[in-house]
Nanobody, 123 residues
Framework: QVQLVESGGGSVQSGGSLRLSCVAS??????MAWFRQAPGKEREGVAG???????NLADFAKGRFTITKDNTQGTLFLEMNSLKPEDTATYFC???????????????????WGRGTQVTISS
């Protein structure tokens, strides 16, 4: 069984930065990703990471967000810079037992989910 616990969310002003963390326990996970969901909107992919370090980023995240992983600690990170009010959402960590995912931003591809951490950006 894989458990994912997110942290690092908070409230910052537009232009600020946050670093989200996701601690993973268990062994049956390979590909990991960050998703977000704003009230009234569908869950959308933010960034995904293969075990070999190859990453995917949503268009809105390119140039502002970075996904990394500390393999020794089993922790996934999302570094977010130049935050905008439209980045306000609950951010979720997700993991899959597969090495690579073609549609990495499809939530149905992931078997394991954290409970989320709230990110609020004020203008």
């Amino acid at each position: 069984q894989v458990q994912l616990v997110e942290s690092g969310g908070g409230s910052v002003q537009s232009g600020g930065s946050l670093r989200l963390s996701c601690v993973a326990s268990g062994r049956n996970y390979r590909y990991m990703a960050w998703f977000r969901q704003a009230p009234g909107k569908e869950r959308e992919g933010v960034a995904g990471l293969r075990p070999d370090g190859d990453s995917n980023l949503a268009d809105f995240a390119k140039g502002r967000f970075t996904i990394t992983k500390d393999n020794t600690q089993g922790t996934l990170f999302l570094e977010m810079n130049s935050l905008k009010p439209e980045d306000t959402a609950t951010y979720f960590c997700a993991a899959s037992p597969t090495w690579a995912i073609v549609d990495w931003d499809d939530p149905s591809k992931y078997a394991y989910w954290g409970r989320g951490t709230q990110v609020t950006i004020s203008s």
